[in-house]
């Protein structure tokens, strides 16, 4: 972990909720002075208090310790609005219904960026009855390989996680398919939008 909560970022979130140090002190069964000494910057929080300060502050542990607050503005949970992130440790892949907080391997993952495919990432797309074949022309060597092929609609991701030496194709259902990911472990996330 490269990083710990900050004076700023508690003080920040406490006055956020419209709180007191001496409220916070009493969720967290600590004295006054401990809040004030950890928002001055002359003492920090025991890492035993982490989880209940970020419950307090109703915020998750990973939003306190990097300072962001995350607010996922897509309450509905509408599909299209999905984010993506990969871990470049292990490869796990974490599909979100929006923004959220992720990590993995002790490391915390930005979403990915969706880019236009560019000739060695060309999205191939045909329609096969009531699916999409898609494909994608690029080495799949265990060094460089299309990690996972990806069809979103307004109410379902599909996902079709790829390995090296095998062929990057998938079949998706085309039930209000909008747009379709490859992700490239070396070059990140193209998108086609249909």
Known sequence: MDRYVTGDVIRKLRKRKKMTQEELAGKLFVSCKAVS????????????????????????????????LI???????????????????????????????????????????????????????????????????????????????SAVSDQRVQFVKLYPEGGAEARFQMDGVTRLYAYCNRHGLFQWKG
Not at 39 to 67: C, K, M, Y
Not at 79 to 84: F, T
């Open 37 to 68: 000494k950890w928002e001055t910057g002359n003492g920090f929080p025991d890492i035993s208090l982490l989880e209940p300060l970020s419950r307090a502050l109703d915020i998750s542990v990973i939003e306190l310790l990097s300072g962001d």
């Open 71 to 149: 607010l996922n503005r897509n309450k509905s949970a509408h599909m299209a609005k999905s984010r993506l992130y990969v871990c470049p440790v292990c490869g796990n892949v974490i599909q979100c219904a929006g923004e959220a907080a992720v990590s993995c391997c002790g490391i915390t993952l930005p979403p990915l960026e969706p880019e236009p495919p560019d000739k060695d990432h060309e999205i191939r797309v045909e329609r096969v009855e009531d699916e999409f074949f898609v494909s994608v022309r690029h080495p799949m060597t265990k060094e460089h390989y299309i990690s996972f092929l």
